[in-house]
């Protein structure tokens, strides 16, 4: 492949950088694999500066909304305000922009919903693509892809994944022409990762697993068979301590807010790591965001202000945006030299460091603890080493001898790093899109079109081969008598043909599909091949659709008024945290809605054997308190939850009423009514600055 350009923003390209911009220039679909920190997004700017200069238009797609928001505000400037718009759901600015920054669910909403408001895009950039393989979202990203029209090209920027050719191969097969694919697997900064462990100091996993295995087998205790160890540990100070004079700044990931907070609240009792003239920009950058934010409460600014001025700072969900902007601003400045965060710092967002350590490598993935996979840890410990400053990146995880379970580590080797596997599902929203806008065959080819089918054809294919082997072998074993060895051969032959005689992925999506049609039918959203009212309101509404709709069409948006709508939408598909405590409230009758909750979750149990409708009130006194014109700090007294978590539980609710909003287009009391619950929502701390 010839190479385009050389340079780009007065940087020399890398050659995996050259080939992708030369491949955008000849107007092909290109998929980018490459360590994070090795600059994948540069291809991704060359490309929208490249389609502005064309006059082409450019969807650009994240998964998150802080990285969407983020790329808003980084166009913004290179671009200007007009060429720039952002859509995502809570937030909408000029929409009719050339180059429109939108959550990838967003994207999947508009190839549904309104198709022709994308005939003039080019291209459309889908950042961090391996996010197809999260259990909750990725089949939105499968969507997005099997629903783009043949006109668009793509570019997906992507963590290193063993089978990115797999997944260019699927893409080109759903699209009908090449997709071009720059695998790159050098990191601009090589990485070298160590364990830290009290008696050992910084140590390499072989070293730690032999002393490991001398020590238990010296502390075995006889009788019951279980170990009996008392190691001292090392803590988060310790490894700090040892690592700060070489290795610092440092980003310490921890997966959980509190101990995000505590650690750094004890690092700061034990180190200052800034000079003066440096505490005094923390200050002039502290007060010039808190000036841009306005006169509203700012919880933990305070004793985080403390902190930072020490370069000592954490970050997590549960934060105000406006710190998290303080936070994130500094240590761009590398003001903060030790950042406690939790693993969301680490997706899209641009921040490396010299080193990465980690307090633990298990995690709490809503369900259960769980060991990281090795491209969650990688994810994470790709931020050490900044290109054109270190020479290594360095990467450092606190290890306890007395809970030490080596199987649980990752293996610290990117080319471990696990494939891509599809989870598409189909949401309700899906189904009666496809029964609204598509005939009975085109709705069969798209069930076979999905990455999970392409995977489980390839897989039934690899199958058959070991069967039609296995077969072979056995008649050649009955045909020597060899017993033994026949009988292995023989629960082999079963062995395959019990696996192979499982439905494939695209027979399993026809089931999923007849049953959710099914039990759509039983609601009335469907009858025959056409969509009730209830289903074309349904198909424009993407959170708990069914539960919306039944709500809509039971006259609650009508009835109540704007405050107790703004109660009920944010305890719709709400998901509180563990041990969260409820707030008693009267906004609305709960129990009500609880029996339309109930009718739906005895169908989905009915015809699908699972429940997915949500809807808890934790907030609902939250909302209703703020809709009336309470105060943010007046919210946070006795508050269950963290202060961001308040403000997402309220843009999600203003999202929602958005999303009723537009599928009651024809319903005009209730638009201006959804209008006005909006408006009381969006206001002060919970309002988006961008």
């Keep these: 492949m010839t190479a385009g350009i050389a340079t ?34 540069l291809v991704a700017d060359y490309l929208i500066e490249h389609m502005a200069r064309l006059g082409r238009q450019v ?18 400037r290179l671009l200007g305000e007009d060429a720039v718009g952002i859509v995502t759901g809570d937030v909408v600015i000029n929409p009719a922009a050339p180059v429109l920054i939108m959550t990838t669910e967003i994207f999947r909403n508009l190839l549904h919903l309104h198709p022709a408001r994308l005939d003039d895009v080019a291209y459309c950039v889908f950042d961090e693509i391996h996010y197809i393989d999260d259990p909750a979202r990725g089949s939105v990203w499968e969507e997005s892809l099997i629903f783009m029209p043949p006109h668009m090209r793509f570019l997906g920027l992507s963590a290193t994944i063993p089978n990115v050719d797999e997944l260019a191969d699927w893409v080109s097969q759903v699209h009908g022409h090449p997709v071009r694919v720059v695998r790159h697997t050098r990191r601009a900064v090589p990485l070298t990762h160590y364990l830290f462990e009290a008696t050992e100091g910084i140590t390499t996993m072989r070293r730690l697993v032999a002393r490991y295995r001398r020590y238990a087998e010296r502390l075995k205790v006889k009788g019951n068979g279980r170990l009996r160890l008392d190691f001292p540990r090392a803590s988060h100070v310790d490894l700090v301590r040892e690592i700060h004079r070489e290795y610092l700044p440092c980003l310490f990931f921890t997966f959980s807010r509190r101990r995000c907070e505590l650690g750094a609240a004890e690092l700061g009792e034990q180190f200052d790591f800034l000079r003066r003239q440096e505490k005094a920009r923390v200050q002039t950058i502290i007060d010039r965001h808190v000036e841009r934010y306005g006169q509203g409460t700012i919880p933990r600014l305070k004793p985080l202000a403390r902190l930072l001025a020490r370069g000592i700072g954490y970050h997590h969900a549960g934060l105000m945006p406006v710190v998290k902007d303080i936070v994130e601003d500094l240590f761009e400045q590398r003001l903060i030299r030790v950042l406690y965060c939790t693993e969301t710092f680490a997706v899209g967002l641009n921040f490396p460091c010299r080193s990465v350590c980690f307090d633990s490598v298990t995690k709490w993935d809503g369900e259960t603890f769980r060991p990281l996979t090795n491209r969650e840890y990688f994810q994470m410990a790709g931020r050490a080493g900044r290109r054109g400053i270190d020479d290594r990146g360095y990467v450092f995880t606190l290890v306890d001898f007395n809970r030490f379970v080596p199987e649980e580590y990752p293996s610290m080797r990117e080319e471990d790093v696990e494939p891509l596997r599809s989870r598409f599902t189909l949401s309700y929203n899906t189904v009666l899109n496809l029964i609204r806008s598509r005939s009975e065959q085109e709705i069969a080819d798209i069930l076979r079109k999905n990455f999970a089918a392409y995977q489980g054809e390839r897989e039934r294919a690899r199958l058959a081969a070991h069967l039609e082997a296995a077969r072979r072998r056995l008649k050649e074993l009955e045909a020597q008598g060899a017993g033994k060895a026949r009988r292995k051969a023989l629960r082999r032959v079963q062995e395959l043909e019990r696996e192979l005689d499982e439905p494939s992925p695209a027979e399993r999506h026809a089931r999923e599909f007849e049953a959710k049609r099914q039990l759509l039918a039983e609601l009335e959203f469907v009858r025959g091949d056409t969509l009730t009212a209830r289903g074309e309101f349904a198909a424009r509404v993407n959170i708990q659709e069914l539960l919306v709709t039944e709500l809509y069409f039971d006259g609650w948006f009508h009835r109540l008024d704007p405050d107790q709508i703004n109660a009920l939408a944010v305890s719709v598909d709400y998901e509180p945290r563990k041990a969260e405590g409820r707030y008693p409230h009267n906004a609305f009758d709960v129990k009500a809605v609880e029996n339309v909750v109930e009718r739906i979750a005895a169908l989905e149990r009915r015809f699908l054997g699972t429940v997915t409708v949500r809807f808890h009130d934790h907030v609902a006194a939250l909302a209703y308190r703020w809709s009336r014109g309470e105060t943010f700090s007046g919210l946070l007294k006795g508050a269950y939850q963290d202060e961001g978590d308040i403000v997402y539980a309220l843009r999600r609710g203003i999202d929602l009423l958005r999303q009723v909003r537009f599928a009651a287009a024809e319903d005009p009391v209730v638009r201006t009514k959804l209008e006005e619950c909006m408006e009381r929502m969006d206001r002060d701390e919970v309002a988006v600055l961008l």
Aim: glycine content about 6%.
């Design 8 to 41: 780009y923003r007065g940087l020399k390209l890398d050659p995996f950088q050259q080939e992708a911009i030369a491949w955008i220039q000849q107007n092909q679909s290109v998929l980018v694999s490459a360590p994070t920190g090795t600059g994948k997004t």
């Design 59 to 76: 969807v650009y797609t994240a998964p998150i909304k802080a990285l969407s928001n983020q790329k808003f505000k980084e166009f913004k």
